[in-house]
């Protein structure tokens, strides 16, 4: 998020990592949203590392809105759901197809709040409305942003009003004809100017909601943008302002439903530690997730 702000603690926005050169080196690709404890929303290419449907190999999730380093907390990402029909539209990795993805994590992160997806309906009054919807990332940001005593992988924020598919039209139009393609998949857009925050390369996955009470009314994940980066590209082919685009989450309640079917049949155990206790010739054995010896005992090696 380039011209974003220093994040809220929304307990939700997760950097997806991917480790690479045999786990020495870990890098976020994407930002992802903590539907549940165990499953993480987020665009359908941050599941895969090349147009050839190449899975990355290992990924793991960090710690919600915490900034990124090579020694951050994390889980393991246990399985991915991809979209039946995803694929990359071409050679340059315009609007590619299947655009929602899931990670199901090897172990939960406690959250607080509820989800809720929206409906069909519910997005449509929301355009209507032209609604403010937030959006939290992990992608890149420029020099100064990483001057800031900011950590250079901090996540940040910003607000964005949801456009009608009929304001966008032109810019589609265009973007069909400079592509070469005759078919636009992103169901719903969000209106970004030059100077002010946008998304960037690794923003991808980032969740665009609605914060309702103590309720995430979640609408889909950050994925392509008409018009180009006003900020991040640096030569956008519509310099007046860039339309990101992203599928509604309503559209892959089956998709969702498989991963939370996989967490109920694959349900997390806590793996246990016995330590051996002694106090002079008395010995216990404790055991449990974190255990600890009991005032006066000391673990016996």
Known sequence: MENGFEAPLDG?????INHYNNGKNSM????????????VF??????????LKKKYESISIGYPNEPY?????RVKAQKSFASPDWGWADKINFNPTGEFGIYVLSAP??????????????LQKYIEMKALVTNIGYGRQTPQDRHDGLPMRAPKYAQWPLVSYETVQQSINGALSWSGKKKYNMTFHVLQIPGGPSSCSGDSGSPFYIKEDETYVYLGPA???????PNCSGKPWEDSKMYMGAVAAYEYLDLIAEAEKYVANHPYVESKTTLNCANGKTTKKVSGTNPKCPKGFQVKV
Do not use: W
């Open 109 to 122: 992160i406690k959250v607080k709040g509820k989800v809720e997806i929206a409906s069909s309906e519910q």
């Open 69 to 73: 380093s090579q020694n951050s907390k």
């Open 12 to 16: 939700r926005t997760v950097p997806i």
């Open 28 to 39: 976020p690709v994407c930002t992802g949203f903590l539907y549940s404890e165990r499953i």
């Open 42 to 51: 987020t665009a359908g290419h941050c599941l895969f590392d090349n147009p």
């Open 223 to 229: 994925s392509n943008g008409l018009g180009g980066m």
